[in-house]
């Protein structure tokens, strides 16, 4: 979960939700609190109901954005790891394929070293 604050009362702006001057919109709220109104719910009902799906919708984005972020750390540890012992494998085979020509060159200087001395 994120450090924000919970917002105690969703029916009070934050500063990214203000109008610009010259603006002029109704808040959605109301909008759904009038269509709720001409379903035959009351007023105070649809507000309440508004206000505890934007709670419950800021909490599962919350929940959501910690589980997909928890998600892509595991998968690229995962892919690291995998990398990692693709990298390793592979420089162990080069390593592999040319340590037989590397003893033989460096026994090769070695004898002629010592026919030398």
Do not use: Y
């Not at 009351?42 to 929940?63: K, M, Y």
């Amino acid at each position: 979960m994120t450090n924000e604050p919970e917002r105690t009362d969703p029916g009070i702006p934050t500063l990214t939700e203000v109008l610009a001057p010259g603006e002029a919109a109704p808040p959605p709220e109301d909008d759904r609190a009038a269509a709720a109104a001409e379903q035959g719910v009351p007023a105070d009902v649809a507000v309440f109901a508004e206000r505890v799906s934007a709670r419950l919708t800021l909490q599962l984005a919350d929940e959501i954005t910690t589980m997909v972020e928890r998600r892509c750390h595991d998968a690229l540890i995962d892919q690291t790891s995998w990398l990692v012992q693709l990298i390793g494998k592979q420089v162990a085979d080069a390593l592999q394929a040319q340590l037989p020509d590397r003893i033989r060159q460096a026994v090769i200087e070695e004898v002629a070293k010592q026919v030398r001395s």
